[in-house]
């Protein structure tokens, strides 16, 4: 509607009525308002019209219903009818005010009290109103019930204020960002500055400000994880962000999604919350876990936990490995019986539910179990009730240790009690200051010191005196460096008598290398030293005539090799054999022997100086040792006068005036005739043997001649070795006659070598060398297998047997083995007497037990015995009897000259005229001449045996005669 000229029109001007401020306004004619007030009355909004005096002379019907009063009560009164003076008077002045200075009152809010005594408020406009000449005539007001609007501000402020409180109280930031990158903040709250330092400006206003302030370990994770929060419509994530003052900060954010009607998303909502104090709880109490399973794990115990039905809810490491799984993860859900124990399982069960029953703990309880290797350990077990927070029991905690060890450890410190308690050796503990502080009951019996006695002393009061004051220095040294020292020392009884000890003394120490105490144990050793000297001197002494023996010797004589090298002085070596000792031996005793050595030691002794060594080799040997002696003289004179002295007579009987021998002396001297021992041992062995071989009763240098011989010894000894093989050696025979008929009655087997080099070789030669090489019971075998294959043969051809004799010395005699020949020959098919073995004399009057044993058992068998070269050497009748012998055969020095020499007619004859008394046979050797052999049977001897009939010969040459005797019968 367009307004009308105001000067032509009598029209009020107003604003039209709204709930908010009027935006236009329209000049109304007062005559129309009539005409509209149908219209007018519809309207909830408060409409009417004053006069200049504040007369209502128009109102609607909301005024009406207002005021509850009919128009007539309404039109021509002013407000002081309607409301209470105050009101009434501040309404009227603000209507003055309008139609005074013609001002329009946008805003008056009121609150009126209706008729109905119900409040509102009412928003007002008031406008003047004018003439067609402008001239204000009144005023016009609208009224609004805001009541509603208003209750709603009120509570939306008194929502915003406690909205700001709690944001500004609140931990948690709020604020809201776009939807896109870089998801620009568009609101955050004000607690920002409070929690953070920053204001809201810095976080609104610089680009990035939330992501730059990410600790740069966390930022790439926190953006990369911002995608799924599209996916799940919200999205969490924790990491740190600076403070305004530079410290980091741990933070918690949640994220949502702020959706339109049509789904999109349209901005992001979140807060972010410091939880620096819950991470760090969190850390230690993750550290906490570690640590906790760390001890657990590490524990040199095992611990398990079990519910109340005894399954396993978990273990440590230890544990696991004992029952026989890979891990603890293993055991969870189990049961004992599913582990190695079986065995034990029931026993398990029964104490977990005493535990989980009575709520008592078990505690340190011993027991056994079988390993799965089959062993028996043992056990410290403890278990408890395992509690929830609730303190309601939820299962077993258990805990055990192995303690086999311990229990081993504890069984060896028993047994070394006992040990100590019970030792033979004797135990002394002293402390630190070596002051004593424990001994056991064998250091009483040993030394005679009880406790009491020595308690807080030192071991010096043990001391002999003895050992020097240098002797116990160096001990301490070595002691204090070594923390162990051994060795002999010798102490006081308490009964004042010296003994010996072996001590063995140990430092103990503390962890920090300081001493805690000293450790001594010792045996008495006394009665030991006793016998070690005993031993000593009978390994090293001659116990007949208390020289040093042959071990003694070498020592001493290398000791002096080793000397003379040094200070280069001449050194002589003596080796002396006795001449005619072993006749002495033989024929008086073995008591007469050994006085006749012990008197020959003190003569030598008495010929040497003390500085020089006399030792006994054995038998007769004896050697000397002359140490720094640079005179060949001063040497031939101790030799010279050794001779002299051994061949004064030695009276060995009381009746008789003295019995004879001598002396044959090797001499070598060092360094000319060797530089080692072997070497002047060997040389002067060989100077001895030519000395013997010279005439006895001499001394021999050592001469480049005798290494020769000795050479030449070596070599044929190493042929004969050889000559075995090669079948060399030959048995020979030499046919014994009956002096009676001149027949063949017997023969010798006599052993032939021929050399391939040097010919035939001697008995006297190569029978000495197979005795020293040990040949000889290889070369007596070979004899005798001939010698009764060759009887057999001539057996067999002749039809008789003929006795072959075969020498035997004493070393093939103790070499042969019990009834050796009398079970071959009985294995042969031949009696004893098919064969003779001849002895010496000088074998005979040994009479050891081997050669009685050896000749019992020839008698035994029948096997004949002759002694051969009877007459040549010491002889006893007796022995002649006591064996049994069956022929005497003469040696043939006396039958040589028998034709010449009365004398040696005479011990003929009376050697013949003697066997036959003894109901012997003679067999004369040496037979040469057809005179010698009509003199022996003129004497009556029996046999003879001679080149005078035929020398040695072969089996088949012997088998010749036979025959040629047999074809002359």
């Known amino acids: 509607m367009k307004n009308k000229d105001p000067e032509k029109s009598p029209a009020a001007t107003f604003e039209s009525g709204q709930e908010s ?14 005409g509209m007030e149908t219209i007018l009355d519809q309207n909830n909004t408060y409409i009417f019209i004053k006069d200049t005096a504040g007369r209502y002379i128009f109102v609607n019907r909301a005024v009406k219903e207002l005021f509850n009063k009919p ?12 409301f209470d003076l105050g009101l009434s008077n501040e309404l009227m002045l603000n209507d003055r005010h309008v139609m005074e200075h013609g001002e329009t009152i946008e805003r008056e809010e009121k609150n009126i009290v209706k008729s109905t005594g119900e409040e509102k408020i009412y928003w007002t406009v008031k406008k003047p109103v004018r003439n067609e000449q402008r001239r204000i005539v009144g005023m016009c007001g609208i009224s609004t019930d805001i009541t509603a609007r208003k209750r709603a501000e009120i509570a939306l402020c008194k929502l915003n204020k406690r909205l700001d409180f709690l944001l500004s109280s609140s931990p948690a930031i709020i604020y809201t960002c776009k939807a896109s990158p870089p998801y620009t903040p568009t609101f955050i709250s004000d607690n920002l500055t409070k929690i953070l330092g920053y204001t809201v400006e810095e976080f609104l206003d610089t680009p990035d400000f939330w992501a730059e302030h990410i600790h740069p370990q966390d930022r790439d994770r926190v953006q990369a994880d911002l995608h799924y929060m599209f996916t799940n419509g919200k999205h969490i994530h924790e990491y740190r962000f600076q403070h305004h003052n530079g410290d980091w900060l741990w933070m918690r954010g949640e994220l949502y999604t702020v959706t339109c009607p049509e789904g999109d998303t349209v901005e992001l909502i979140g807060y972010f919350i410091e939880i620096t104090d819950r991470k760090e709880k969190e850390h230690a109490l993750t550290e906490s876990h570690h640590l906790l399973k760390t001890v657990i794990d590490t524990a040199p115990v095992r611990i398990f936990w079990k519910d109340t039905e005894s399954r396993f809810l978990g273990c440590n490491r230890a544990f696991a490995d004992d029952a026989g799984e890979t891990g603890p993860e293993k055991i969870i859900g189990k049961k004992d019986c599913q582990l190695n124990w079986k065995a034990q399982a029931k026993r398990n069960y029964e104490d977990d539910q005493k535990v989980i029953n009575t709520g008592i703990a078990r505690l340190d309880c011993e027991e056994s179990r079988t390993a799965p290797d089959g062993k028996t350990i043992w056990l410290r077990t403890s278990k408890a009730p395992l509690r929830n927070v609730n303190n309601e029991i939820i299962g077993v905690l258990g805990i055990y240790q192995d303690i086999t060890k311990q229990k081993e450890n504890e069984d060896y410190m028993m047994l070394a009690t006992t040990i100590y308690q019970l030792s033979s050796e004797a135990i002394m503990v002293t402390d630190e200051n070596n002051r004593i502080m424990a001994i056991n009951p064998a250091f009483t019996r040993i030394t005679g010191y009880a406790l009491a006695d020595v308690a807080g002393k030192d071991p010096r009061i043990f001391q002999s005196g003895k050992q020097s004051k240098s002797f116990y220095r160096k001990m301490w040294q070595k002691l204090l460096q070594e923390d162990h020292w051994q060795g002999e020392i010798w102490d006081r009884h308490k009964n004042g ?23 001594a144990q010792f045996s008495d050793i006394t009665e030991k030293k006793r016998q070690d ?20 010797f070498k020592d001493q004589l290398n000791r002096e090799i080793r000397k003379s090298h040094r200070n280069g002085r001449t050194l002589a070596l003596l080796f002396l054999d006795l001449d005619r000792f072993k006749d002495i031996n033989d024929t008086l005793g073995h008591d007469k022997g050994d006085k006749l050595l012990e008197e020959v030691a003190l003569r030598l002794l008495s010929c040497v100086r003390k500085t020089d060594t006399v030792a006994r080799m054995g038998g007769d040997e004896f050697a000397i040792i002359l140490p720094e002696i640079d005179k060949k003289a001063r040497i031939e004179t101790i030799a010279g006068n050794i001779i002299h002295k051994l061949s004064t007579p030695f009276k060995l009987e009381k009746k008789h005036a003295g019995h004879d021998i001598s002396t044959s002396i090797g001499i070598v001297v060092y360094p000319d005739d060797g530089t080692d021992m072997k070497s002047l041992m060997k040389h002067a062995d060989q100077a001895m043997y030519a000395a013997k071989l010279a005439g006895r ?29 090669r079948n060399e050696l030959q048995v020979y025979y030499q046919p014994i006659l009956d002096l009676k008929n001149g027949l063949i009655c017997k023969a010798e087997a006599l052993l032939r070598w021929i050399h391939p080099q040097r010919g035939m070789i001697g008995p006297q030669i190569f029978i000495p060398l197979a005795e020293e090489s040990g040949l000889i019971k290889q070369i007596g075998e070979m004899v005798f297998n001939k010698t009764i294959a060759s009887i057999k043969q001539w057996q067999s051809r002749f039809g008789y047997l003929l006795q072959v004799s075969i020498n035997m010395s004493s070393t093939q005699l103790s070499l042969l083995k019990k009834n050796q020949w009398s079970d071959y020959l009985a294995r042969q098919g031949l009696p004893g007497h098919c064969i003779n073995v001849e002895i010496t004399e000088g074998l005979l009057l040994k009479d050891t037990p081997v050669v009685k044993r050896r000749l019992m058992e020839f008698l035994d068998a029948g096997i004949e015995v002759s002694i051969d070269d009877f007459g040549t050497g010491f002889s006893s009748l007796s022995y002649l009897k006591k064996f049994d012998i069956d022929y005497l055969k003469i040696d043939q020095s006396f039958t040589k000259h028998l034709t010449d020499n009365d004398t040696d007619h005479a011990l003929v004859d009376a050697i013949v005229v003697m066997a036959h008394k003894l109901d012997i046979k003679t067999i004369a050797e040496g037979v040469e001449t057809e005179t010698q052999r009509d003199m022996l049977v003129a004497i009556g001897c029996d046999y003879e045996q001679g080149f005078r009939y035929s020398p040695a010969v072969t089996a088949e040459a012997l088998a010749g005669l036979l025959q040629q005797q047999q074809d002359q019968a």
């Open 71 to 82: 128009l007539e009560e309404i039109i021509g009164y002013d407000d002081s009818q309607f």
């Open 497 to 519: 008598n010296i003994h010996a000890k072996w001590l063995n003394i140990s430092v103990i120490r503390n962890a920090d290398n300081s001493i805690y105490c000293y450790v």
């Open 21 to 34: 401020a009027p935006k236009a306004t329209q000049t109304i004619p007062i005559d129309l308002i009539s």
């Open 697 to 725: 009763n001499r001394f021999n240098y050592f001469t480049s001649a005798m290494q020769q011989a000795a050479y030449e010894k070596m070599v044929l000894t190493h042929d004969l070795r050889q000559a075995l093989d």
């Open 533 to 552: 000297e005993l031993l000593y001197k009978q390994a090293n002494y001659d116990p007949l005539t208390g020289l040093p023996n042959r071990n003694l």
